[in-house]
């Protein structure tokens, strides 16, 4: 356990902590992270603190995610531009019961000393009343302090409501109640909680003269300067109903290189040697992609599972990687089917590669079909085809019922045999 801290400090955890939690980290701890369910699923963005949680709970240290029912009802300023908008509790509730189950594969809930535990701040917030609370915890804070902490100063000029004002003081009280009831004295997460989670600190000492410590981790910026876990289309989700396991994956293996090192450090728990091997592949070899393709892989495994994310690294290749996809089986084009245009064809008999290639929706009639062909620009199941009168035979539906086209080299179509 006495190594945790250099562990994470060279994967690049450590932005900020407490001056003395090396000295506490001698003895096994219970550590936490909150998560307040503001939308139907997790996204990439909360996946570094879950990645801190495991590597305290790798160390024999005992991990807590905290959904927060309760101050998901309030929203934290912490970040925010302008106020988040109030969600009913019945979303929030919807929304706890979905986090909860996007950590189950992410920390060990098995474990005999170091087993995760969830729980639910709402369980003890929402019963608070009023005045005890303002009596027993809002004594403790000054407004003076409150207003330096840099969630609250940032939106000062905007303005801030006196709900979010107080969130400091509800997050504070999660971790007095953790430290009283789980005897927790950590809690992590992002830079941006920093304020919230010393406040915390503050309270345990000065309610329970208990000794607490935090840890924060750097918000991640990728090299081009964009926020990490965003693309064109939005965040990535950690649901796959939202975002799907073939995107998940693609996210990461179009990781810029200068990112490779960072991203495999935070988001993998591949050992040092390993990770030096693939970071001078991908110096001698860039195009391979070698430390992307193990990046992509390792985070896709433990978000979504081995079986999912075989299926999407065998359709990625067969886009992108050279794979044949004479040799692909069913599976893989249904994950295609999910990604690609795709139109459903009653029968296999009597198709022309023309009326094929206006079918997949690659050309917008017969003639520009027809051009399209006779330029080379249209590939059968990734092999160039330039004879306009071609028809599509038997041999050509792969696992007997799939038609890969493409236009170019990125538009594709997927047409497939009805059941």
């Known amino acids: 356990m006495s190594d945790l801290l250099a562990e994470l400090e060279w994967r690049g955890f450590v932005y ?14 219970t550590v936490y992270c909150g998560f307040d369910p503001t939308a139907p699923s997790l996204q990439l963005g909360n996946l570094m603190p879950l990645m801190l949680l495991r590597h305290f709970q790798l160390r024999g240290h005992k991990p807590i995610v905290l959904m927060g029912g309760g101050t998901g009802l309030i929203g934290d300023p912490s970040g925010q531009q302008t106020e988040r908008p109030l969600l009913s509790k019945e979303q929030i509730r919807d929304n706890v019961h979905r986090h909860r189950d996007q950590v189950a594969r992410l920390l060990d809930f098995d474990a005999r000393e170091t087993r995760a535990l969830v729980l639910n701040n709402a369980d003890w917030l929402v019963e608070q009343r009023v005045v005890d609370f303002l009596r027993d915890v809002g004594k403790h ?19 801030i409501s006196y709900t979010e004002f107080s969130y400091m003081l509800l997050q504070a009280y999660d971790f007095l109640h953790l430290f009283r009831k789980e005897q927790c004295t950590i809690q992590v997460g992002g830079s941006d909680q920093w304020g919230n989670i010393t406040a915390g600190i503050d309270l345990i000492r000065r309610v329970e003269d208990g000794e607490a410590h935090g840890l924060v981790a750097p918000l991640f910026t990728t090299a081009a300067g964009a926020k990490f876990g965003k693309t064109a289309g939005g965040a990535v989700w950690l649901d796959p109903s939202r975002t799907s396991v073939y995107k998940f994956y693609q996210f990461w293996l179009n990781t810029d290189d200068r990112d490779a090192e960072r991203s495999l450090k935070l988001f993998t728990f591949l050992p040092r040697a390993e990770i030096d091997a693939v970071l001078a592949t991908l110096k001698a070899n860039p195009a391979a992609r070698e430390a992307q393709r193990a990046l992509a892989r390792d985070v896709s495994e433990r978000v979504h599972g081995s079986d999912a994310t075989a299926k999407v690294i065998r359709a990625s290749e067969v886009l992108f990687g050279g794979f044949n996809p004479h040799a692909a089986d069913d599976a893989t084009f249904d994950v295609l089917a999910q ?13 022309s590669l023309v009326d094929a290639v206006v079918r997949a929706g690659l050309a917008k009639s017969k003639s520009e079909a027809r051009r399209s062909i006779e330029q080379g620009g249209i590939y059968v199941n990734q092999a160039r085809e330039k004879d306009v009168a071609r028809s599509i035979g038997n041999a050509d539906w792969l696992a007997g019922r799939n038609l890969l086209l493409r236009k170019g080299k990125k538009d594709y179509g997927l047409l497939r045999l009805g059941k």
Do not use: C, W, Y
Request: net charge positive.
């Open 16 to 29: 900020h902590a407490t001056q003395h939690i090396k000295d506490h980290l001698q003895g096994r701890r």
């Open 141 to 159: 804070f000054t407004v003076n302090v409150m207003l330096q902490k840099e969630s609250v100063k940032a939106r000062l000029d905007a303005g």
């Open 339 to 351: 990604e690609l245009p795709t139109a459903t064809v009653a029968a296999r008999d009597g198709l």
